[in-house]
């Protein structure tokens, strides 16, 4: 339980690490992406307007200085720029600024322009505006390359240190886990030691008390309160010894002795056991279980598992309803199902209660069904023992489907 604990504790910490992680890489570099293409439009804009070339940046102040550039900006950047005509002819080219693009490369550069049918857009590492020029149509073109290669580093640079920081954090995560956890496992294991220990002090006075009463019913014969008396006995000794149960199942559910046994078998022999009692109650109960099924685990529990699951089933279904058990290989699973018509509506708040010590579903009916809610816990426990899932659904409201799958 503890270890089941602890795994789910820090895979939800790693999960929300990641997502965490994930979004600051990609926010910093949304941001840094987005400053790449504002300062190259920004150029590109000047370029425009100014018929393809940075304009002088005097003391007049004609064209004031954009943020984020210095008047080294001109002669460190690389741009080109094509001027078409109305008609789509090619009325200029400058590639002055640029040694790696030639008129030609310009011109074919500037048709991709065209055909994206954007105004402002990547090709290759450039960076492209189309822009109005009295009747005529200029293309500018700046060379990104280095901006994007910073980008492009900055990236992979953020991805291995967030990398690198998940798996410290994961490796510093395990190594103070366990006092993380040390309150938890402290208050479980007084809780585990609690009910052994009480439920060992408890049967000897529900020992003593049957004894004397014993010993009355001999003396003065059966009454009604001698009866009662005997019934809640009984009663507290069952729910005594499932809780004891239950507990050192969690505390040993490591060291179960499981062997190859006929699954089939077992779960044929250990329904048939409810054939008079579904008659008695006048109930109808159907069994179907496919024969030849071996599992690996422990006999005496799985016996126990279906015995908690068809006593549940008749207690909680009404006069002539219905109860059915099914059992049979799926894939990679042996499944085993319990079904029954329910005396009250089952609601689906109720359904991921169902196997918490304990819980009631109808407290009202309790004392009439003779349940106190502690059996589905102990089969809960039992298929968790044998790596296997338990699940309830309900298909109207008036019914109670208990599935159980096991792997092979």
């Known amino acids: 339980m503890i270890q089941k604990i602890k795994i789910r504790f820090i895979s939800l910490a790693m999960i929300a690490l990641f997502i965490l992680l994930c979004a600051i890489v990609t926010g910093m570099n949304i941001v840094n992406y987005n400053t790449i293409v504002s300062d190259a439009d920004t150029k590109l ?11 002088e ?20 950047s690389r741009y080109f720029s094509i001027l078409f005509s109305s008609a789509g002819e090619v009325i200029h080219t400058d590639t002055s600024r640029i040694k790696a693009i030639d008129s030609t490369s310009a011109v074919q550069y500037a048709n991709q322009a065209i055909q994206t049918n954007h105004i ?27 901006e994007i290669s910073s980008f492009r580093s900055f990236l992979m640079i953020s991805i291995c240190m967030a990398l690198a920081g998940y798996a410290a954090f994961f490796f510093v995560l395990l ?27 408890i049967k000897t006075p529900l020992a003593i008390i049957k004894a004397d009463v014993d010993v009355l019913e001999m003396e003065y014969g059966e009454n009604e309160w001698l009866s009662a008396i005997q019934s809640q006995v009984k009663r507290l000794s069952d729910l005594t010894n499932d ?20 699954f089939s078998d077992v779960i044929c022999e250990t329904a048939h056991s409810f054939d008079a ?5 006048g109930k109808i109960f159907q069994c179907s ?15 126990q598992l279906v015995n908690i699951l068809l006593d549940n089933a008749m207690k909680y279904s009404p006069e002539g309803g219905f109860v059915s058990l099914s059992a049979g290989r799926q894939g990679r699973y042996l499944s085993l199902s319990v079904q029954n018509t329910t005396i009250v509506p089952v609601e689906k708040k109720d359904l991921s209660h169902i196997f918490e010590r304990f819980y009631r579903m109808d407290a009202s009916r309790n004392s009439q069904t003779g349940g106190y809610g502690i059996g589905l816990s102990v089969a809960k426990a039992i298929v968790a023992a044998h790596n296997g899932r338990i699940s309830a659904t309900t298909e109207d409201g008036h019914s109670l489907q208990i599935s ?5």
């Open 45 to 55: 804009e000047l370029l425009s307007k100014n018929q393809g070339i940075f304009p």
């Open 404 to 408: 159980v799958q096991f792997p092979v």
């Open 289 to 303: 279980v496919q024969p030849m099924l071996s599992l690996n685990g422990n006999e005496k529990s799985i016996r």
């Open 57 to 76: 940046f005097g003391s007049d102040k004609k064209w004031p200085m954009p943020p984020n550039m210095t008047m080294e900006t001109p002669y460190e």
């Open 120 to 146: 402002s857009d990547f090709i290759d590492h450039y960076r492209f505006l189309v822009s109005s020029e009295g009747n005529a149509v200029r293309i500018s073109f700046l060379d990104c390359t280095r």
């Open 277 to 281: 009692v579904a008659q008695a109650k």
């Open 175 to 201: 190594f103070f886990s366990n006092r993380f956890l040390r309150p938890i496992t402290e208050s479980y294991e007084k809780q585990k030691r609690f009910i052994t220990d009480a439920g060992h002090e």
């Open 243 to 262: 809780l004891v149960y239950l507990s050192r199942m969690e505390e040993t559910e490591d060291t179960m002795q499981m062997i190859d046994f006929p």
